[in-house]
């Protein structure tokens, strides 16, 4: 049996927050889907929609973002017909609510919403249909994850989530982050078991790292999450 076709993809950076949209498509249809806009670049992206002649149909935020203002309501008014979406237990406003096991569709593909919890309740992992790459929003970073010391973070829920669903994927799945902070830009579920310095310790052991990790909050964080909470669209 032949292989499906990929979809088109494509890696984008905003160089401020250090984060990664993704766009998806499919390569027949060219409905679209993109995850993780940023205000600042929604132009960038926009074009580059239209350039490649495609039919976004849905942003999808993977969380509530606490560094950067997500550029979902702006990129809503500039693309008839587009839908934000983001986890029911985000606590913020988007046109569809996703819970474990929704999936969100573009031409023959689909992405399959698996949560994962911890660096805040509302973090959401999308899983290509076929397993072969999945978008683990700050949960999972490269070497890394996501802080849990604001926003109901849990080291114990993200350690779960991480271990249970995450770590649970073929171990070819290429993983790619909302953020990296070194140049780097993805990575597998085999590296990642093998070789993330967090995530290989024991629960107990990943709990006292992430109870004194020390970080200073987000400069954005006062800015981005009422925002956000409103489609990043509050004024």
């Known amino acids: 049996m032949a292989k499906p076709e990929a979809p088109i993809f ?16 499919d390569r027949n249809t060219k409905e679209a889907v ?32 606490a560094d950067h203002v997500t550029g979902t309501g702006l990129m809503k008014k500039q693309i008839e ?8 237990h985000s606590g913020a ?26 660096h805040t309740d509302g973090c959401i992992t999308l899983v290509l249909g076929d397993k ?37 994927l073929p171990e070819d799945c290429l993983l790619y982050p909302a953020h990296d902070y070194k140049g780097q830009t993805v990575t597998t579920v085999g590296e990642e078991r093998k070789y993330n310095l967090r995530l290989t310790k024991s629960l107990e052991e990943f709990v006292k790292i992430m109870d004194n990790l020390n970080l200073p ?5 006062d800015i981005a999450v009422p925002a956000n909470l409103l489609c990043g669209l509050q004024d």
């Open 10 to 25: 494509r890696q984008l950076f905003e160089s401020e927050s250090s984060t990664y949209t993704y766009l998806l498509a």
């Open 34 to 65: 993109i995850i993780d806009p940023v205000k600042e670049t929604v132009d960038r992206d926009v074009k580059f929609v239209k350039e490649l002649g495609l039919n976004l149909k849905i942003a999808v935020n993977t969380h509530c973002h």
């Open 81 to 88: 017909g587009l839908k934000s979406a983001i986890s029911k």
């Open 93 to 118: 406003s988007a046109d569809i609510q996703l819970s474990e096991g929704d999936k969100v569709t573009f031409g023959k593909h689909c992405l399959i919403v698996r949560e994962t919890p911890g």
């Open 132 to 168: 072969s790459m999945a978008f683990t929003g700050d949960a999972l970073l490269i070497r890394g994850c996501g802080r849990t010391d604001f926003q109901q973070g849990s080291p114990e829920r993200l350690y779960k989530s991480i271990h249970e669903v995450v770590f649970q």
């Open 217 to 221: 909050k987000p400069k954005k964080i």
